[in-house]
């Protein structure tokens, strides 16, 4: 079922497919990243960093990322966005916990945290059902 009503999505023109961190100019691969001690939210008010598994600090990518895809949003108009679920920058309801260990906590990611602060609705690739449901309330 969700496959079909992605495609759907696909077919209407209503996906617009990005990585913020490819278009921030991130390698692929890259190594593993994530949020040391809080959530995209600390990260955008300047509490904590972005960090890679070697200690480098990507919080401006991050940030730059997240920024593109909330200009893509605008660009488009988009009120919904499907994001992967985990992901430092795209995670939705929970995170990797920054020690690398596999531990994952409730929170967003930097780009999730971003667009919802720009009243744009989150949901991750499990909640496509949900997403389908706030598409349809927003155009009725």
């Not at 992605?6 to 593993?32: F, H, K, L, Q, Y």
Request: glycine share 10%; charged share 20%; aromatic share 6%.
């Amino acid at each position: 079922m969700n496959d079909q009503l992605v495609e759907t999505w696909i077919t209407e023109g209503r996906v617009v497919s990005v990585c913020p961190e490819v278009e921030a100019g991130m390698n692929i691969p890259r190594m593993p990243a994530e949020i040391y001690g809080g959530s995209g939210n600390s990260v955008l008010d300047g509490e904590t960093n972005v960090v890679e598994k070697d200690g480098n600090i990507v919080t401006d990518d991050f940030i730059a990322g997240a920024s593109i895809a909330l200009e893509l949003c605008k660009k488009f108009n988009i009120e919904i966005a499907i994001l992967a679920e985990s992901s430092p920058s795209c995670g939705s309801s929970f995170i990797y916990d920054g020690s690398f260990s596999g531990n994952r906590t409730s929170g967003m990611g930097v780009t999730a945290a971003l667009l919802r602060r720009h009243n744009i609705q989150v949901f991750s690739q499990y909640e496509i059902a949900d997403a389908h449901k706030a598409i349809h309330a927003t155009s009725a």
